[in-house]
């Protein structure tokens, strides 16, 4: 499969200086702020060549669109089709037309997509992880064969239902209800909103977490657009965001929407089944946001190394500066080895949930912290959207609060240290 | 002039819930989270009647607008104008038609407005403190009498133009030069560029800095747009800007511009005229950010409020979400006192420019930091520009940048600390 | 009173340099690192008096004495009668042969005992402000008379015991019990356990709070060593501390203490009795951790001006070392505007108990994060006990932790603002 | 070697709670609190009956000893020779007694020693990576033969002496000199001062760091203390240090010390030597902080557990406690991850002083910082040594500053991602 990708995305492509930058092969071992653990060498030929696809096809056609995109908060859906093409969608599933990569292989992805900007992985992490991964986990046979292939060139495409307008943190208290569809046998219906669902403006298969009525319990459901007649779904954009202006984000209103029982998962039951997807997407977040704050690391010492000020001496030599650098490269670079270590111990089995709470909430809070630090390197001229720190600020705070806020999986891990809950 | 402008404002205008609920008068002592330590009780009753004019006419008529000014990075000159008839703009100065109110005065203005938004503010302190304090502080009787009447009332809009692309914190080295005009006797000729000018798009006077040739020392000129002929000044605007969107940013490109000598100031040479100008904006900055830290502690109090997560409790029922609160009332208390003291200080005749530093430094890092600690308390909703947070956190971080990067601040503070310098 | 404590300690006292530098009189507005924003502008002449006196003694009496007195854990108890003679003690209080002096003037003592030391600082505010401070506002006129001139004069040495070893900053929950004595007709017995307790093993009078058992309500006693018999009170120190070493702290246990009734207070129930004392101490510890600040200001800046590294640079030219010092002064400044500010609203009868809990808090705070950060341009030197920097650091840990430590003032803050408690 | 190693500390040895709970096997992934992100799931068997040996024989025979020498200055110098019984001295060294394990293995020995305390870790360092190491990497084969044995066995005390009173940050201006003996043929003669050395005061051989006069360039000399005559070697201990009382610290001071020019490592010049030295120590540290801070988070942890406070709710119940847990075992986890990755990439060589640095410096603060927030969850009973958590506090400070203070690794991490130096 990567093979191919690779092929694919070669032809038309001329070496990137940032990719080479990342993983030249240098003679003896040297320091690289790029990677200052050497943690390319904890990797596999396979992931890194899938690392190295990743990276040009992000820099050679996301970077270019990026700036416009955001600014006019304008979404190409070509791009998951794009993706697609290179076997980047649901890297890391078995059969159905995915690559079956590690799960560290589809981190380095997602690193290389956010590496551009948080809004394209968010776009990507819907559709390889929450969609793509929750079919494959909770999905009967066919609803595998009928879907995963299509989703995974990035020809269909998916958004995952979950949050509503009133229960963020709290999912478990949603009202989005499935019942038996009143005149439509085998089928349901569903009525309910959800909220801040990336993709669900351009999305074909919806996947709704609703309660079943009989039972009060929660179940997943695969809305298919097409099916639904006018009025029973629709999606309208959100507009006027504040940061992620790069993806699409939008509303679910289900008002009857039919769902074939067939579409509903078979087996799982209650928040198992959205925090299992969660857990997968939330690990590609652990990875993503190393990229972004990389980013924000080659900008500012760019940046750094170019503006002279005070007797024509560059920014960089100033102690203040240096502190600032010296601690966002720090944790990146345990950022990165701590990501990859839960992936290996997911593919071993032997991951839990908390650690990928762990890694979620501390990357994600140090990308933002230290990209909000590195920021001040720019002073003024941060304002100006062309140098790219801006757009990595903004997003990486949306990056800290969705798929877990912080203080959410501080308290999850705070109950699984001390045994007590302290949600209430 | 306040009193009329308390005539001017009150006639249309509603009691403001905002405003009622900052200025009232409690029987008996009460904690108030809006004036923990009781500020009021340091204010003249004249100061309080201008805030309080000030509050009513941001709230009442900045506030409606300032949603869509900054989607759209649409400034409405006519702002000044309406300040101008409340008698806000240059409050502090003497004569020539300004109100002669105490700097804590002014302060409390600035506050209002940017309660509201920075860049309003910003646009109003360019106004106020750096082109119409530079004038009274530095220009001749007859620049006075030409200028100030005019810019207090807002008809006159001015820019100051100090900063240039490759000179930000040490505007010492700057490249524009003034030099004899060639052909028109008794003028100068002014070439170089200036950028990130507020209102430097639309301002008919621009303050502008440049090293007289013959001596090589910093000299002020004021440039009249109007007998500026068509290719010697240009002032293009930035757009695209990251944050301080519902104020006008650009450049201002001398190539030749004419200005009589009648227009430079007469005695100040070097940094010092520059220097005392931003001082003064710096003073309004101190208080200015404590209104968008007040308005931030508003919004995320309201919505902790308001949110309902786990068992149907408030968010503000939770501990973390507390600390935030408490954490962001106190700085804004203990900002606003020691803003009042040098305030004070200064009318004094007793500060100097080092006071002026620590607190412009430790309000727009105490601002900025809190501000985006309560924007967590919003969660996703926070990628909503409706509730306003995200552009107080946006902006916030501009203060901290422009009149001073903190970190400059902290070494004119280390050198004055020690009577070493660590600029170079 | 205080005319006669200038004279006092006038007469043996050569001017300090530490003392001169603090007041010293400059002609023209000038940066003083050692009061930046010129706080001194803020207080009496009265006020001024005092603190000159104040700091006199302190620097000259205590400061000899405090490395060995911490080394050793030895406290000398002739410190209150020194302090007595000079008016030191209760100095707020009216009448009972206290000074009747402002609020600030004496947080100013406390600040000047803190520049030596907390714990020398923790034993006055015991005597003063919880001993002394209580006896005045809860008790009777035979109680004032009978304690008050003694306790003012340093000769009766008092103890305040609220905190039980099971119950911190919950003292609602308290065990100590006072029931009619068996045998003693007019008595009361009481018998329980408290720790934490300055000053308990060298008191004379200790104020106990306890639970009435026919009312279940907390009230408080005087309880008087001379007249418990052997076994019914034990007031054994705590050794070996980590802090406050130069203080003396210990237990108090009770088992049948006999207390006459006229030595209970008459009107107070319930916390409120307690709390209101804490809350004259709580202010005094926002003025006085002010003190321990300043001193490890001073201490760092000389150190880092003697200290050379590099090419013979001072340490204070360094820009991660300015820095360091730049936040400290301006914490040290705004904490004292601020503590100042509560204590004018104080003696106007305009303050709140919750504005005391923002001053303390973060004064508290803000004093033990800074003093660490300077302790870090001692490097290794910061060991040796005779830098004093250590010293302060392990202080000022505990006062973040008594009278309320900094999480409670959070959720009394927090409370405060949004109306809903987090305590549980 | 560690086969006996075991076999000599299992025989009087109970199975520990800490040392079991550090490493069961349990069935199924599970969070755990200790070790969260599996780190154990890295290591080779051979490490981890290391590291169980080294905890094992850290919690029965050092633990007990830990209070009273913390409290009273009291180090005991057949620690070292327990631990030389044990294989734990210069466990990462080839031949000459040594046990030739993995610089991770020797890692976690040092973790285990400075889960009791920094002070004994700190011991061992010296004794180990350098005194050990450098004798290993730089003297000739005849001083290998000589000390090396000896020293594994603990039987030989080793200082390392490069620090001098005036230079700490600074080596490369060291005073202390050696120049050819006037008397003896064949010696050097060494005069100077060194400061904060462990254990110089019970050492047997000294290694000192000397400027050789006749080429200016600093050379490193073994000192035999039996070889000094008297008033040419004195080594006084350095007492009430503030922190790191359980390890001994004094300084050398050399007046014509004779050293056999035997005794000079043969090759090495410059600082290379003692660098290359501290880089072995540093390293070292980086695992050593985690032990003191993972015992950190497990007496807290206790704590909260046991603690109740507020309707009978233990303290782990509360939010703001929970942060404060998850924080800390979060950065306890990242930093094992990353110091693991270190030392399997110096085995591999390659690794540079750079990752040292980076881990040196980035456990070091993470421990300091968690280990202070930890100690507020004790509130005022932190301050009884009992608790164990003040001096973990105290010692870490001193980690943070010795071998390279944080702010100086943050100028080498500086200059190593800008090419730019910013000491001077």
Redesign the interface.
Known sequence: MFRSAVRVCARPVLPLQQASRHFASATG???S?ED????K??LTEDEIAIAETAERYCQERLQPRVLEAY?NEDYDPKILEEMGELGLLGANLEGYGCAGASTVAAGLITRAVERVDSGYRSGMSVQSSLVMGGIHEHGTEEQKEKFLPELAKGKLLGAFGL?EP?????PG?METVAKPHPTKKGYYSLSGSKT?ITNSPIADVLMVWAKLQETGKIRGFLVERKDCPPGTLETPA?K?????RASI?GMIHLDGAPVPEANMFPHVEGLTGPFSCLNSARYGISMGVMGALEDSISRA?TY??ER????G??L????????K???A??DA???T??SI??G??KD?????P??IS??K??NCDAALRNA?IL??I?????????YGI??H??NL??T???EG???I???I????????Q???
């Open positions: 071992p040297q320091f702020w200052p653990l050497n943690t060498s904890l600014r949050t009133n229960h963020g943190s709290d208290s801040w959100i006027n965001k504040t940061a992620l984000t010492r750094a190394l002279r000020q005070f007797k001496n560059p960089a030599k100033y102690q203040l500066i240096q502190k650098l010296a601690d490269v720090t670079a345990y950022g080895v701590a270590q839960v290996r111990l071993e089995g032997n991951a839990v908390e650690m762990l890694v909430r501390q909000r920021q001040e720019f002073g003024g001229n941060a304002t100006s959207d062309e801006g757009r600020v903004a705070f949306v800290q609060t969705y806020q912080s203080d999986h501080s308290l891990l705070g109950r699984a240290i001390t045994g007590v302290a949600f209430v």
